[in-house]
C-alpha cells in the first residue's frame, strides 16, 4: 500500500484560531485537506505542536496564546505572513463558557470575560487580517457561533449572549468588508469536544435522541462548513450565519 499524497497546496492560507482541538481542530483539518496552508492558535504549547504535527509540519504552523491577548492576535497574523505571506481566510473559534447556572446570579466579571474572548477579540483578530492582507487582497471570514446565540439557552445564559453579538458582529462586517471579504457565521448545537462535554456526558445517548439526525454533531460536521463558506461556491453568501444543528430546532413548533 503506498502512503496517502498531500493535497496539491490550492494557494491560500487560512489563520484559525482555538484550533489545537475540537471543532477549531476539525475546521484547520478540513482546510488543509483541501490543500490551504493554516496558521493555527490555542492556549496550550504541547496540544498545539501536537496539532501542527498530525496537519502536517509542512501545511501548518502554531503560535500559542489567549485570543483576548492583543499582543497573541498580533503574532498570529504576524506569523501567517512571515511564514506564507497571506491570510485569506479567518476563521474566529476561540471561545470560553466557564459558568453554567441562571445568569440573575452572573459574576460580572465572570460576563466580561466571555465576552472579551467570545466577541472582542474576534473584532480583533478581524480588524488585523483586514489590514495585514484582506484589505487588499480580499478572502473570507468565518465565525463561529451558536445555536445559544439564536434562542434562550437556560444555564449557558452568558455565552448565548456573547454569540447573539458575534453573530450580529459577522453582519456588521459583511456590510463594512463588502465587496472585498464576505463574513458568515456557523451556528452549531452541541458538538461532541471536551468544550461541550458537560451538555452530554453520561447522558449522550438520551441528549442524541433529540435531535432528528439521531446524534451529535461532530468536529467534522463544522469543518465541512467552514471549508463551503471559505470556498468560491458559497461566493455569493454574505452576512448569513449557517446552523449546524441535526435539526434540534424542526423541535421547536407546536405539537
Given at each position: 500500500?503506498?502512503?496517502?499524497q498531500?493535497p496539491?497546496?490550492?494557494?491560500?492560507?487560512?489563520?484559525?484560531?482555538?484550533?489545537?482541538?475540537?471543532?477549531?481542530?476539525?475546521?484547520?483539518?478540513?482546510?488543509?485537506?483541501?490543500?490551504?496552508?493554516?496558521v493555527?492558535?490555542?492556549?496550550?504549547e504541547?496540544?498545539?505542536?501536537?496539532?501542527?504535527?498530525?496537519?502536517?509540519?509542512?501545511?501548518?504552523?502554531?503560535?500559542?496564546?489567549?485570543?483576548?491577548?492583543?499582543?497573541?492576535?498580533?503574532?498570529?497574523?504576524?506569523?501567517?505572513?512571515?511564514?506564507?505571506?497571506?491570510?485569506?481566510?479567518?476563521?474566529?473559534?476561540?471561545?470560553?463558557?466557564?459558568?453554567?447556572?441562571?445568569?440573575?446570579?452572573?459574576?460580572?466579571?465572570?460576563?466580561?470575560?466571555?465576552?472579551?474572548?467570545?466577541v472582542?477579540?474576534?473584532?480583533?483578530?478581524?480588524?488585523?487580517?483586514?489590514?495585514?492582507?484582506?484589505?487588499?487582497?480580499?478572502?473570507?471570514?468565518?465565525?463561529?457561533?451558536?445555536?445559544?446565540?439564536?434562542?434562550?439557552?437556560?444555564f449557558?445564559?452568558?455565552?448565548g449572549?456573547?454569540?447573539?453579538?458575534?453573530?450580529?458582529?459577522?453582519?456588521?462586517?459583511?456590510?463594512?468588508?463588502?465587496?472585498?471579504?464576505?463574513?458568515?457565521?456557523?451556528?452549531?448545537?452541541?458538538?461532541?469536544?471536551?468544550?461541550?462535554?458537560?451538555?452530554?456526558?453520561?447522558?449522550?445517548?438520551?441528549?442524541?435522541?433529540?435531535?432528528?439526525?439521531?446524534?451529535?454533531?461532530?468536529?467534522?460536521?463544522?469543518?465541512?462548513?467552514?471549508?463551503?463558506?471559505?470556498?468560491?461556491?458559497?461566493?455569493?453568501?454574505?452576512?448569513?450565519?449557517?446552523?449546524?444543528?441535526?435539526?434540534?430546532?424542526?423541535?421547536?413548533?407546536?405539537?
Amino acid at each position: 500500500m503506498t502512503a496517502q499524497q498531500p493535497p496539491e497546496l490550492s494557494g491560500r492560507v487560512a489563520l484559525v484560531t482555538g484550533a489545537s482541538r475540537g471543532i477549531g481542530f476539525g475546521i484547520a483539518e478540513a482546510l488543509v485537506a483541501r490543500g490551504d496552508r493554516v496558521v493555527i492558535t490555542g492556549r496550550g504549547e504541547d496540544a498545539l505542536k501536537e496539532a501542527v504535527e498530525r496537519l502536517g509540519a509542512d501545511r501548518a504552523v502554531g503560535v500559542a496564546g489567549k485570543a483576548h491577548d492583543t499582543a497573541h492576535q498580533a503574532a498570529a497574523v504576524e506569523a501567517a505572513m512571515d511564514a506564507f505571506g497571506r491570510v485569506d481566510h479567518l476563521v474566529n473559534n476561540a471561545g470560553t463558557n466557564p459558568v453554567f447556572g441562571p445568569i440573575a446570579d452572573l459574576d460580572l466579571d465572570v460576563a466580561r470575560k466571555v465576552f472579551e474572548t467570545n466577541v472582542v477579540s474576534a473584532l480583533g483578530f478581524a480588524q488585523r487580517t483586514w489590514h495585514a492582507w484582506q484589505k487588499e487582497n480580499g478572502g473570507t471570514i468565518v465565525k463561529i457561533a451558536s445555536v445559544a446565540g439564536i434562542s434562550a439557552s437556560p444555564f449557558i445564559g452568558a455565552y448565548g449572549v456573547s454569540k447573539a453579538a458575534m453573530i450580529n458582529l459577522t453582519q456588521q462586517l459583511a456590510h463594512e468588508f463588502a465587496p472585498v471579504v464576505r463574513v458568515n457565521a456557523i451556528a452549531p448545537a452541541v458538538v461532541k469536544t471536551k468544550f461541550a462535554q458537560a451538555l452530554y456526558e453520561g447522558r449522550e445517548a438520551e441528549a442524541a435522541a433529540a435531535y432528528p439526525m439521531g446524534r451529535l454533531g461532530v468536529p467534522e460536521d463544522i469543518g465541512g462548513a467552514a471549508a463551503f463558506l471559505t470556498s468560491d461556491q458559497s461566493g455569493w453568501i454574505t452576512g448569513q450565519t449557517l446552523v449546524v444543528d441535526g435539526g434540534i430546532f424542526l423541535n421547536a413548533g407546536v405539537g
